[in-house]
């Protein structure tokens, strides 16, 4: 299901969103597209746009954390690569030319406020993949530190699986879950000061890693979007309730006032939900871009 002219190079993965193409045996090129998921399930669909602003704002995120890890962006001409102006001028707004690296099997997860599965879990537990948390929060509170929550990474169609550190720790080494740990909560600080001062609150995040052949550690997929974190504005936000968002969490709410049981084939979303849903993401890039 693309929503973009096909780049003539063997695709390797179709993602729910991001389609990834073999460029050479050090280069791959990732393609945005407008594709949506929600609870894990690719809807029918696309949100027109989606992909070029993705594009745009993890763009912008990778180059503001050189100083913490490097990341698998990688310079180039993608009219030389594809031996088509034309294309190129098409695909380049929702590409990106990136590393060919081994992705880690976890995402790194962090958290600065309670809502979605985190508030769930807080309310049935009192802690999030194992971080006991104080007593009496509320939800869209926030939490007296950031935490570091990791998951397993989902095949398409499968859920994603809250996991403590121990486990990331016991799937990817001690070290490694360490300094990815400590890195991604260092991206979470610097980002969400950013943000709120641009009205963007981002109650949390998921980062992605991959490593080289020499065991090398990149920030990778995307990074801080709409898709990948929960944005909300910050003049409506409100204690004790789920605030409006400027990301797919619009969608989700939609989804949750129908007869659907979260499997696919994920139902068709009126006109003006993806409209609106168009807006949020196009605000969203407004006022961390400009």
């Known amino acids: 299901m693309n929503h973009y002219p096909t780049p003539p190079l063997e695709l390797l993965h179709q993602g729910k969103v991001r389609d990834i193409y073999a460029i050479d045996d050090e280069r791959l090129l990732i393609v945005a ?4 998921s929600a609870f894990d399930v690719v809807l029918p669909d696309p949100i027109p746009g989606k992909g070029e602003i993705l594009t745009r704002i993890s ?53 600065g406020y309670l809502a979605g599965s985190g508030w769930k879990d807080y309310q049935s537990s009192g802690a999030i993949c194992g971080v006991d ?23 398409v169609g499968d859920h994603d699986i809250n996991i403590d550190f121990a486990r990331m720790q016991h799937l990817i080494g001690a070290e490694l879950a360490l300094r990815i740990r400590d890195i991604s909560l260092a991206i979470y600080r610097r980002a969400a000061a950013f943000a709120r001062d641009r009205g963007i609150i981002i109650a949390d995040t998921k980062f992605e890693f991959g490593i080289d052949a020499g065991g090398e ?19 409506q936000w409100q204690l004790g309730i789920s605030p409006p968002s400027f990301d797919k969490q619009f969608v989700r709410d939609y989804l949750e006032t129908l007869d659907w049981d979260k499997t696919a084939p994920g139902p ?19 006022r961390l871009l400009n």
């Open 268 to 286: 068709e979303l009126p006109r003006s939900i993806i409209d609106q849903t168009r807006e949020r993401y196009q605000e969203a890039a407004k």
């Open 59 to 111: 763009s912008f995120w990778f180059e503001q954390f050189d100083d913490l890890v490097a990341n698998h962006l990688l310079p180039g001409d993608l009219s030389e690569i594809l031996g088509d102006k034309a294309l190129a001028d098409q695909l380049t707004p929702r590409s990106m030319l990136v590393r060919r690296l081994k992705p880690l099997p976890v995402e790194a997860i962090v958290r």
């Open 33 to 36: 597209s407008d594709r949506l």
């Open 133 to 155: 948390l104080p007593a009496g929060l509320e939800q869209a509170g926030s939490l007296p530190e950031p935490i570091f929550t990791p998951s397993t990474k989902a095949t």
């Open 217 to 235: 550690l990149y920030l990778i997929d995307e990074l801080l979007t709409p898709d990948s974190s929960r944005f909300w504005p910050v003049d």
